[in-house]
């Protein structure tokens, strides 16, 4: 079983950035492709980003390309998130499996609690 968490969302005003964090307790990632995913309210899942296991290979969401960047070391998973604006509100989850840029959801195995972001105009 791996607990992912997430960390480093907030409040931030339109065009100001955050960057987001995902850590597994007590071990490192390297095994998983990872992946960002957002829920807004009301809405359904939506694919953020997305890494393979060596990080040399990235994929985005339409909404976000040129704006967020997905990153990633040994022990985390990073989303770099640029220009922000008020529809990038949403909670930001974390999801682990062995798809390298899975957009669907179902491709990971593990997921976080999810981190709240808020762009207020």
């Known amino acids: 079983q791996v607990q992912l968490v997430e960390s480093g969302g907030g409040l931030v005003q339109a065009g100001g950035s955050l960057r987001l964090s995902c850590g597994a307790s007590g071990r490192t990632l390297t095994t998983y492709a990872m992946g960002w995913f957002r829920r807004a309210p009301g809405k359904e899942r939506e694919f953020v980003a997305a890494?393979?296991?060596?990080?040399?290979r990235t994929y985005y969401g339409d909404p976000v390309k040129g704006r967020f960047t997905i990153s990633r070391d040994n022990a985390k998973v990073y989303l770099q998130m640029n220009s922000l604006k008020p529809e990038d509100t949403a909670v930001y989850y974390c999801?682990?499996?062995?798809?390298?840029?899975?957009?669907?959801?179902?491709?990971?195995?593990?997921w976080g609690r999810g981190t709240q972001v808020n762009v207020s105009s």
């Open positions: 890494i393979n296991r060596s990080g040399g």
């Open positions: 999801a682990a499996g062995w798809t390298p840029g899975g957009t669907t959801g179902r491709e990971y195995v593990y």
